[in-house]
């Protein structure tokens, strides 16, 4: 693919999301909740393309791909686990926004720490999610990085690649908070959808039709089409990559934040199903490039190189593939500055508010946009390492973050829950995944996620039982709960 | 949870079930497209449905 060509796209795209991202600065930029939720006024549409660009980033396009290439059909199997997993939004979106409005929560650690009626609840949660989160951001970088080198033959190096990123994400965020980050998000999640879908007609009709397509991956490796295929997806890989995932709506802040943001649960609605459209789409395409890279370049040293090869071969047509690849970059930029502005508002919401006595709204909204540069270039110095897969590395930040669901999911459905219950289920299930991961990723056998699971849950529970909890506020809080949720559903 | 809740978020249970012990189970020898790739695809189009009923009335009366 020529250089000029990728230059010029980035810079037409660069314009066009600047310009989206501007003309999106409307309402209250001056409060936490005007800056990072957008006065919790989104409608369904955009929730809906906004959440799904956030969630779809260069994971699917690119680490799916790759996953899909190196690992057959399982791939596939463990994106449609991470989908099912999305019904959690079913259950606890509406609570969610329920108590979100009720008590103007503006990130879920807050609610966590009001919840429970600690604000040890809410740093421990907030800082254990920044830990998380900030490598899965750079997931996002590398995953641009190689695609920007992959598809011109290095001649626009990774890291120039993770630096456009790393400060595009930065100037989106700055624009006007959530809202440009919505906007632009929509613009490219309708871009995606679109050309990737055209890619995988193009790919489909080069090999022959649906037919043609299948009977190339049996030729080329039948196994592909089964699990556990060629080993790599044995049952305990498969499950240790999917339990993480299946949670991921719940325990991924820059995720579960956006079910405060919609103006009305009608809005909710066609976000959740808006997105399970989209996703089934988007997934079959991202596996379908991975088969089809399988079949048509199967001696790739790095299966992350899957979709760049794809794009930047003689299937595709240039001008298709520079716009895919357009938006793929911006489907993982998408996802940064999600991350940024979370992560900075958990940090001057649940973190600065909560050491410091007088920190009053506008003080914690000057400090999280003071931290949203300096999240970035944490994760850009932690995409420099080129760690391991992309899909790998995103599973490993996944299973961190994951130690929060039962404290989350106690919060609403168990009043014996408590403060240290939550905090030392959250603290001690973080320090064991960090262990596993910074040994060889197994214990016994079992993946970290899975441990941090079976751990925060086990701690969680038998903490609770011997601590006291908030009976208060736990029966208020699930008390409003309960007659909302009758109030406003069937 | 409300009884639709209960009933919904059990069928979607028992899909996700489904997901791990159908493709392990029984289709681990099918490598043919309408092995594990399809039983997933009518998995998460059977989840699909399910969340449209979860959601079917979220909001009505606003």
Redo the contacts between chains.
Sequence with gaps: MSTTLVWSSISVYVVIAIIIAYLSRSGDQKSMAGYFLGERKLNGFVSALSYSATTYSAFMLVGLAGLTYNGG??G??FE??Y?????LV??FG?RFWLVGKKYGYVTPSEMLGDRYQSKWVAIVTAISSCLFLIPYSAVQLTGIGYLLAGVTDGAISFTTGVVIATVLAIVFSYIAGIRSVAWTDSLQSLLMITTSTLVVIVIIVHLGGIDGF?DAI?AKD???????GNGFFN?WT??GL?IPW?FFSISNPQVSQRLFMPA??????HM??GF??FG?IY??VSVVWGFSASVLFPDLENADLATPTLLSSEVVPPVLGVIVMVGIMAAAISTIDSILLTLSSLFSRDVYRNVTDQADDSKQLMVGKLVIPVIAVLAFLFAKLELDLIAVLSVAASSGLIVVVPAIIGSF?WKRGTAPGAISSVVLSSLLVIWIESTDGLLLGLKSGIWGLLTATLLFIVVSLVTEAPKQKAEEFTQYVRQN?????? | MNQKEKIWGLVILIIVFLGYFIPYAFLRDVTKWYGSFLIWSILAIIVIIANYYLAKNWGEEE
Excluded: Y
Excluded at chain 1, 83 to 87: A, C, D, I, L
Excluded at chain 1, 485 to 490: D, F
């Design positions: 059909v399982g596939f199997g449609i686990i989908f099912m997993g999305v019904s079913a259950i509406p299948f049996e039948p196994q592909a089409l089964a699990v556990p049952f498969f499950l999917t299946f009305s649960l009608k809005s909710m609605r959740l199903l399970l459209v089934f997934t079959i459905f949720m009758r109030s406003s559903r069937s």
